[in-house]
Structure formats: structure tokens, C-alpha cells
């Protein structure tokens, strides 16, 4: 019987994990899942994913693969059974059957991040959101966010910098949207760094704060390698939207 791929689409609060990736004595998503899926399918699985997030992330459309020995299982009725063990901090959204040859890492063409920060101090909101108690200037940030878009070399905003055979990546949504005291970042592109988006808005929120002038968040894209950017953001206002794949791939008729 031949191997097929499935799609997962798995929606998470990052609080309970030590990030995505698989580790020793850790609890992890990707650990979590392959557990259940082990304990499903009584045979060890494999699941592999679009990207690690970080210890504290959360994700409402992350996308993974595994690969299932028989073409007659009846999805849905799997991911109720996974859904049963994973319990409430996360869940499978969707199992779909993929064509061969997907991979939910290289097959992407786009990832979309959202990032949120809260001007008013509020326990209903301290893991979801980032409590930035200083003003910050609106417009200077927008500014900042268009002139990043499109193709840089964005090493200085990677921790891990060497680990990549290039820093390059096309940004082709970077937004803010202000509603009284919360500010909501919208970041797509074709790939990410490691902590590529939490320097970016690190380094936005030290411009709005007047720290940091326009010059110098500039001066950093297009700078091969790490730099000091300043401030990090942390990593619990900080959402996997959604990751887009070909139409083909998308598609959950897709056989």
C-alpha cells in the first residue's frame, strides 16, 4: 500500500509549549502530535512542519505532513481521535489528503504572522498581547513598515543568522491597524528568520518610542549578518496566521 501524504492544519496556545520542535523532556507540538498520532495509528509517525515557532507562540493555522499507509483511512474520524488526546490547548483543524510530493515546508509560498499590543494593562489579555505602556508614533511606524517591504537581506533582525544559507526574504505585507488601545501588526512573506518578526517589531516599537530614527531602522535592512536591533518583542503576542500553498495543494478535494 502505497504512503500518502496528509495535510494537517493545527491550531494552538503556544503557553503550554517549549515551542514547536521535538525535544527531550520537553512538551512540544510537534512532540504532542506525534504522540498522538502514534497512539491512533498504533505505528510510530512522523509529523513535519512548515517552521518552528518559539517557546510562548501561538498558531491558529499552522500546517504540518505526515504520511498515513493506507489511502482508506477515514479522516475526519482521525482527527477526532487526535483531537481526544492532544486536549484543549491544541487542536487539529483539518486532515486532508495531499498530493505527492507535498511538503508543508518547501511547498508554502507565502506565511502570515500577526503580532498585538495593548497600551492598557490587562490580565485578560497577558498572553495574547504585549503591554507597551509608552505613546507611540503612529504614523513614523507606518512609514517605517513600507519601506520594508519587498526583497532585503534581513540578518540583522535573525538570532541565528548562520544557520540559513541566505537572509534573504520578500515581504509582501507588513501593516498596522490601531483600535483604541491595541495596535495589530500584519506581517507575510515568502520565508522568515528565526526571530525575524519579534526584532522587526522590536525595533518598530523603539522607533514609535522615539529611540530609534528612521535612519537607523533603515540602516539595518540590506546588513548581511546579526546586528544589535535593540529590542526583541515577546514572543506571547505573537500569532501564526495562515500559511498559503498553491491552489492545487489548498484545495481539500485535492486527490
Known sequence: MENRPVK???????????GWQRQPEQRTVQGELERAFT??????ISVVGQGRTDSGVHAEGQV???FLDSEDVDLEDLRNHLNGLLGPTCVVKELVLAPQGFHARYSAISRHYRYQITSVPSPLRRSTHWYVKWVLDIDLMETALELCLGEHDFGAFCSHSRE????????SVFTLDEDGAIITFRIGADRFLHNMVRRLIGEMVMLGRGFHSIEHCMSLLDTPGPAQTGL???A?????ERIVYPEAISDPNNS
Do not use: M
Request: hydrophobic share 35%.
Open 8 to 18: 494537517i492544519t493545527i491550531e494552538y496556545d503556544g503557553s503550554d509549549y517549549h
Open 39 to 44: 497512539l491512533v495509528r498504533g505505528t510510530p
Open 64 to 66: 504540518a505532513h505526515a
Open 232 to 234: 526583541t518583542a515577546p
Open 236 to 240: 506571547h503576542a505573537l500569532f501564526l
Open 164 to 171: 540559513y544559507l541566505h537572509t534573504r526574504c520578500k515581504v
